[in-house]
């Protein structure tokens, strides 16, 4: 008995096993600022204060291809004093196939950027090494939460258009 490997032996087709690669990974933008140097890499009494954040966007490139970039600026003041400011745009292009249209939005906002958030860190971390400061290691971030937050700020925004409408 020989079996069709385009069958699961029932005579229904196969759904191909779902897939997730990195075609490719880049700096898209990199720019790093040290206004008060070298009065900045002065020794400190206290530590600066940091402000750190994170955005991501999901385009398509073709039917199967997507280009997610994954933003991240931070900001070191002494007080009302700008010590650095490092922002990056830290792309990659992925292909997704096999995988059910209603997986396909965490897909792209929270398991891309996570593969994608190492480099970025390392890169943010080399820059402020670079600009005379100590590397800043940005903490592991929680895509999940994001985009569970965004998907709410999405409906709230729907809500409140769809009010407006039936108002006017």
Same mark, same amino acid.
């Given at each position: 008995m020989t079996t069709d490997s385009a069958s699961n032996g029932n005579g229904s087709a196969q759904q191909p096993s779902p897939s997730l690669n990195i075609l490719a990974q880049y700096v898209k933008d990199l720019s790093f600022e040290n206004p008060g140097a070298p009065r900045s890499l002065q020794a400190r009494d206290r530590s600066p204060a940091i402000n750190i954040n994170v955005n991501v966007n999901a385009n398509p490139l073709a039917e199967n291809d997507f !280009?997610?970039? *994954?933003s991240l600026s931070a900001q070191a003041k002494d007080g009302d004093k700008m010590l650095f400011n490092v922002? *990056? %745009?830290y792309g990659g292009v992925f292909r997704v196939a096999g995988f059910p249209q209603e997986h396909m939005l965490p897909l792209l906002f929270i398991e891309c950027p996570r593969l994608l958030f190492p480099? %970025?860190?390392? =890169?943010? %971390? !080399?820059a402020t090494r670079n600009g005379g400061f100590p590397p800043l290691m940005i903490d592991? =971030? !929680?895509?999940a939460q994001m985009f569970a937050q965004r998907m709410a700020e999405e409906k709230v925004r729907a809500q409140v258009a769809n009010t407006n409408d039936t108002a006017n």
């Open positions: !280009d997610v970039v *994954l922002e *990056l %745009a480099f %970025a860190r390392q =890169i943010v %971390a !080399d592991p =971030i !929680d895509f």
